[in-house]
């Protein structure tokens, strides 16, 4: 069965840190990986999408993937209270399924 | 990014009724949709795969005929909770995949979520 693990947290940082967000998968053939940040009682939003070694920055948040090691990681820089959310990681197995696998998400705390 | 809009947003009805939910996507168009079920702190359920012009495919232990799914154009798609009760109470949420950038992209684009309560 194809994986998606993440640590549930909750990660909890203080305003302007940088919080660190990380996720492994199981499908090793796996070549497209995303974040998805979802507020409490909402649905989840796209925030970034990956499908390279190395790093993906979009403003204050940098996707970092790393197949061989098969974890993929989301850096937010200069958190906010705002960010506070849970983020869920997704990954596109390979076999042509196209149904991305989430995982539970991590629950991230900013406090003022 | 593109837009899914899902409707009603919140809904309460009685037991044993049903209550429909449908999902469109306004800018692009979806062959295919995603319906996912959210219990409070819990992970997406993914439920079923929505295919326009044809039936649907269920994830092992969701029933068919109690939550059925109508794929009727390439930009809507609706599920429909069959003679409800209060354990079908959920967070129920529709994904799209864009037809032509979405194949090479996987990027799915999710509606704002309809809430059931059956009292």
């Known amino acids: 069965q194809k994986e998606v693990e993440q640590n549930s947290g909750p990660l909890s940082v203080p305003e302007g840190a940088i919080a660190s967000l990380n996720c492994t998968y199981s499908?090793?053939?796996?070549?497209?990986f995303f974040w998805y940040r979802q507020y409490s009682g909402k649905s989840p939003e796209l925030i970034m999408s990956i499908y390279s070694n190395g790093d993906k920055e979009d403003g204050r948040f940098t996707a970092q993937l790393n197949k061989a090691s098969q974890y993929v990681s989301l850096l937010i820089r200069d958190s906010q209270p705002s960010d506070s959310a849970t983020y869920l990681c997704?990954?596109?197995?390979?076999?042509?399924?196209?149904?991305?696998?989430f995982g539970r998400g991590t629950s991230l705390i900013v406090h003022p | 990014g593109a837009v899914v809009s899902q409707h009603p947003s919140r809904v309460i009805c009685k037991s044993g009724t049903s209550v429909k939910i449908e999902c469109r996507s306004l800018?692009?168009?979806?062959?295919?949709m995603f319906w996912y079920r959210q219990f409070p702190k819990q992970s997406l359920m993914l439920m079923a795969t929505s295919n326009e012009g044809s039936k649907a495919t269920y994830e092992q232990g969701v029933e068919k005929d109690k939550f059925l799914i109508n794929h009727a154009s390439l930009t809507l798609s609706t599920l429909t909770v069959t003679s409800a009760h209060p354990e079908d109470s959920s967070f129920y949420i529709c994904s799209a995949r864009d037809r032509v950038a979405g194949e090479a992209t996987g990027e799915l684009f999710f509606g704002e979520g309809s809430r059931l309560t059956v009292l």
């Open positions: 997704a990954v596109l197995p390979s076999g042509g399924s196209y149904i991305p696998t």
């Open positions: 499908d090793r053939g796996s070549q497209s």
């Open positions: 800018d692009f168009q979806a062959t295919t």
